[in-house]
């Protein structure tokens, strides 16, 4: 059964501290997104990457986080230092990027809590 | 900006009482209109894709449609299983290579048995 990971499901830290979230996506698929969900804002799209390029991180803050594809079957988010407002689960989700309805398949998120 | 908009916000149903979630759209040019399921704790799982105005899709008790400005869920007798966020999400039709989403805020479906 393919489906994303993602490690670790769960994270607290202490603001100030460096928070590395990892996503293995779906075999095949060739574009890899993060998303950031809070109630208050939704889900918001933080970075994209096709063929492991960076396609679009404008929805990142550039100063605190970076997101990275060191092989196709990793892709990291980083936050250093991470803030309170960083709160919220991030998602990774993988598709195949082709086409018009390249529909995207979600990970069961990492639920992040900075003290 | 393309932009998202799905109400009601919240819904409460009876089991076996029919309604539909609604989901407006602003986008310069669709590519592809998406619907996800989300649970508690877990990550949206896809439903549908739609493409053009007039298509419809179905899966056990949901059918999803599309015009130019707006998509409805529509869910037929409704079981407690069912309940759940919808989401609501478009692909725009700019610039070669563009695969990103936006999503509205969700409606939250409770069916009460």
């Known amino acids: 059964d393919a489906r994303v990971t993602q490690t670790p499901r769960h994270k607290v830290t202490e603001m100030g501290q460096e928070v590395t979230m990892r996503c293995q996506p779906i075999?095949?698929?060739?574009?890899v997104f993060w998303y950031r969900q809070t109630m208050m804002q939704g889900l918001e799209l933080l970075a994209y990457f096709r063929n492991r390029a960076p396609l679009d991180d404008s929805g990142m803050p550039k100063d605190r986080f970076s997101a990275e594809m060191p092989d196709a079957t990793l892709a990291t988010l980083k936050i250093q230092p991470s803030e309170p407002r960083d709160s919220a689960v991030y998602f990774c989700?993988?598709?195949?990027?082709?086409?018009?309805?390249?529909?995207?398949?979600f990970g069961p998120g990492t639920r992040l809590t900075v003290l | 900006e393309d932009q998202v908009t799905q109400s009601p916000e919240a819904l409460r149903l009876q089991e076996g009482e029919s309604s539909s979630l609604n989901c407006s759209y602003t986008?310069?040019?669709?590519?592809?209109l998406f619907w996800y399921r989300q649970d508690p704790g877990k990550g949206p799982e896809f439903l549908f894709t739609l493409y053009s105005a007039g298509e419809e899709k179905e899966k056990e008790r949901l059918k999803a449609t599309l015009t130019k400005k707006e998509s409805f869920l529509h869910i037929t007798a409704p079981k407690p299983e069912d309940s759940a966020t919808y989401l609501c999400a478009v692909q725009a039709e700019w610039g070669a290579g563009s695969y990103q989403l936006t999503f509205g805020k969700g409606t939250k479906l409770s069916v009460i048995p």
């Open positions: 986008v310069s040019g669709l590519r592809g």
């Open positions: 075999l095949g698929h060739n574009t």
């Open positions: 989700a993988s598709g195949l990027g082709q086409g018009a309805g390249n529909e995207q398949f």
